[in-house]
């Protein structure tokens, strides 16, 4: 029992160690529109002839299996890398929707899979600008925000200056002078105290 462990256990590290890799290069790619990116497929076993083929999906969790097959034609150039038929996989004038994760197939073994992340050069401009704007604004409150502080103590300032000036001759307080000097003049004020101070003396208070 032991000794069949044993073989199975060499026997398996033996099949690991003749066992097929596949590496693939760049991992990742960011590039912009319009710019153009290679990625290739590299056999552990270069002296073999081996044929590759590329696969694309969204993201790097889902399986390269149900992903749709990368073929040559338009846009996209897949060519030899040594003895690998296909394997260097070149897509020129890059466009957003070319975005997502090859994976490269060698003889049924999987690549570890090469992302491309592709920016609008548009976008990093915009964001940049959207930026600066932002700062400009920051700064602009900061400026009205001390404007407004400035003006208002200023407004204080000149109020206080004001009540000083005018504290002897407020134009409400000489209307109502002029309003009793009227009154004054007309003898309607003391007519009217008269007959107040009068009443109590003669009628009866009608409350009473
Ligand atoms: C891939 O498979 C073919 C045919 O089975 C074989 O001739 C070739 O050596 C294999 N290549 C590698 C790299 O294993």
């Known amino acids: ?5 044993g073989f199975a256990l060499i026997h398996m590290s033996v099949a690991l160690n003749t066992a097929l890799r596949v590496s693939q290069k760049p991992r ?11 990625f290739y497929c590299l056999s ?16 790097y969790h889902e399986e390269p299996d149900k992903g749709e097959e990368v073929k040559a034609g338009g846009r996209i150039d897949i060519r030899a890398k040594a003895l690998t038929e296909g394997g260097c996989l070149c897509i020129q004038d890059v466009h957003v929707e070319d975005r997502g994760v090859f994976f490269c197939r060698v003889n049924n073994t999987w690549g570890p899979g090469s992302e491309l992340q592709v920016a609008r050069p548009l976008s990093r401009i915009h964001a940049l600008h959207k930026t600066e704007m932002k700062d400009g604004l920051i700064v602009l409150h900061a400026l009205l925000l001390a404007v407004c502080i400035a003006a208002m103590l200023l407004r204080q300032r000149k109020l206080k200056l004001e009540k000083q000036d005018s504290e002897y001759e407020e134009p409400e307080t000489h209307h ?8 004054t003049c007309g003898g309607g004020l003391y007519e ?6 009068a009443q109590p003396e ?7």
């Open 1 to 5: 029992m032991r000794c069949l462990l």
């Open 28 to 38: 990742f790619y960011g590039v912009t529109t319009r710019g153009s990116v290679c």
């Open 44 to 59: 552990s076993k270069q002296h073999l002839e081996a044929r590759a083929r590329w696969y694309k999906v969204g993201e």
């Open 176 to 183: 109502v002078y002029e309003g009793l000097a009227v009154e």
């Open 192 to 197: 009217e105290l008269s007959v107040y101070y």
């Open 202 to 208: 003669g009628a009866e208070a009608p409350w009473e």
